[in-house]
């Protein structure tokens, strides 16, 4: 069973940045895909980025990419994800997500964190 945590949400005006965190335990970090999803109030869950198992892959939704950068440090058991050039459209609570096969479809992840809320003002 995989335990994510994420961290590093906040408030931040338009053209700021912030670093989500997603710390992962109890699996073995290595051999787990990884991504970000996000909620914003009235949408369903959207997906962001992935990130494969050796951080070697990547992928982005369109809105975000340029903008966004996922990464990973299998030896701290993190994920990150790196917000620039943030707009209020970004506003969501963002979600980390872990599944041993490399997708992009929130219904094929097995783990998630609870979320952590990212509010950009404009």
């Known amino acids: 069973q995989v335990q994510l945590v994420e961290s590093g949400g906040g408030l931040v005006q338009a053209g700021g940045s912030l670093r989500l965190s997603c710390a992962a335990s109890?699996?073995?970090?290595?051999?787990?895909?990884m991504a970000w999803f996000r909620r914003a109030p009235g949408n369903k869950r959207e997906f962001v980025a992935s990130?494969?198992?050796?951080?070697?892959?990547?992928y982005y939704a369109d809105s975000v990419k340029g903008r966004f950068t996922i990464s990973r440090d299998n030896a701290k058991n993190t994920v990150f994800l790196q917000m620039n050039s943030l707009t209020p459209e970004d506003t969501a609570v963002y979600y980390c997500?872990?599944?041993?096969?490399?997708?992009?479809?929130?219904?094929?992840?097995?783990?998630w964190g609870q979320g952590t809320q990212v509010t950009v003002s404009s």
């Open positions: 109890g699996g073995i970090f290595s051999t787990y895909a």
């Open positions: 997500a872990a599944d041993r096969q490399f997708t992009n479809e929130p219904n094929q992840y097995d783990y």
């Open positions: 990130i494969s198992w050796s951080g070697f892959t990547t």
